[in-house]
């Protein structure tokens, strides 16, 4: 199946500061990306929608202002967290569509794990 | 969206046949069923997608009635690697804006 990478894996800083998170989709160009975060024991809860060359599109109850997202390039989706705080501290997944043998799948990355202290 | 439904949890013994159902009554016509598997601290790894009738690959088979109100993921005699949380989910990717949402997943334990 197709690949997608995120980069940091994990991740640890301090009150107040931004953190970016990387999603790329590695044998495949992705004009959709997808970002969600996911809490212990929980399952996963959309984020948003990450569209290039243009806005994303986020759910309700997603601050945009705080959670910056940039795709630039048919491989590549950014995730900021602004001002982070200790609540923001998740796991973040984002994932990519890709054709597959029985139609577009939805591929997901390894996940970034934040700790904000 | 088409709202799905599965059973919380699920236990089985190595060597067995899992079968998790996951209900979508919902279902529009143009909807593929897809399942994930998903290790702790890990992204979901896609398993199986389909539309109707069945699907099989090299780890699973995906069961779809008729009316498509249903399905059923069947896992191969399980081993204890297979424990994780499998999601089903519903929906048309392909159409412009469309996105797909998480249920609760299934949490399947294998035992030796």
């Known amino acids: 199946g197709a690949v997608v990478s995120q980069h940091p894996s994990r991740v640890i800083c301090k009150s107040g500061t931004s953190v970016k998170i990387e999603c790329r989709s590695l044998d495949f160009q992705a004009t959709t990306m997808f970002w969600y975060r996911q809490f212990p024991k929980k399952s996963l809860m959309l984020m948003a929608t990450?569209?290039?060359?243009?806005?994303?599109?986020?759910e309700q109850g997603v601050e945009k202002d705080k959670f910056l997202i940039n795709h630039a390039s048919l491989t590549l989706s950014t995730l900021t967290v602004t001002s982070a705080h200790p609540e923001d501290s998740s796991f973040y997944i984002c994932s990519a569509i890709a054709g597959g043998s029985t139609g577009e799948t939805q591929y997901f990355g390894p996940g970034t794990r934040l700790l904000v202290l | 969206l088409a709202k799905t439904t599965q059973p919380i949890s699920m236990d089985s013994y190595e060597g067995q046949e899992v079968n998790i159902t996951c209900s979508h009554n919902n279902i529009a016509t143009n909807d593929y069923i897809t399942w994930y598997q998903q290790f702790p601290s890990q992204g979901p790894r896609f398993i199986i997608q389909?539309?109707?009738t069945k699907v099989t690959n090299e780890v699973a088979s995906l069961f779809i009635p008729a009316d498509r109100k249903s399905s059923t993921l069947s896992l191969p005699r399980v081993s204890l690697s297979d424990t994780a949380v499998y999601y089903c989910?519903?929906?048309?990717?392909?159409?412009?804006?469309?996105?797909?949402?998480f249920g609760g997943g299934t949490r399947v334990l294998v035992k030796p």
């Open positions: 989910l519903v929906g048309d990717i392909r159409a412009a804006g469309n996105k797909l949402t």
């Open positions: 990450s569209n290039e060359g243009s806005k994303a599109t986020y």
């Open positions: 389909g539309y109707k």
